[in-house]
């Protein structure tokens, strides 16, 4: 099993920038997909990004890319989502996820942190 703890949210202005960490726990983290989910208010929960075990290959939605990045270092079981060009839609809680590679459920879930941006 994999327990996740997120970290890195805060306050920013319209355009500025955060850096979110997924910190892993578990000798297995090496195997698993790691995604950000966030939540806003009144929203339903969305994927934001994902990236596959060894960081060979990375997921978006269209309508981040170019402004969120995500990345991982499995020496440090660690997973981060760059976020830039931040809008006030942004506002919301972030979540890292894991699931089994190749192929599984996202079963393993961090607390969450929370991420506003004021215009």
């Known amino acids: 099993q994999v327990q996740l703890v997120e970290s890195g949210g805060g306050l920013v202005q319209a355009g500025g920038s955060l850096r979110l960490s997924c910190a892993a726990s578990?000798?297995?983290?090496?195997?698993?997909?790691i995604a950000w989910f966030r939540r806003a208010p009144g929203k339903e929960r969305e994927i934001v990004a994902a990236v596959t075990p060894t960081g060979a290959s990375t997921l978006y939605v269209d309508s981040n890319k170019g402004r969120f990045a995500i990345s991982r270092d499995n020496a440090k079981n660690t997973v981060y989502l760059q976020l830039s060009s931040l809008k006030p839609e942004d506002t919301a809680a972030y979540v890292c996820a894991a699931r089994e590679w190749p192929s599984g459920t996202y079963s393993y879930w961090g607390q969450g942190t929370q991420v506003t941006v004021s215009s």
């Open positions: 578990g000798r297995t983290f090496s195997t698993y997909v």
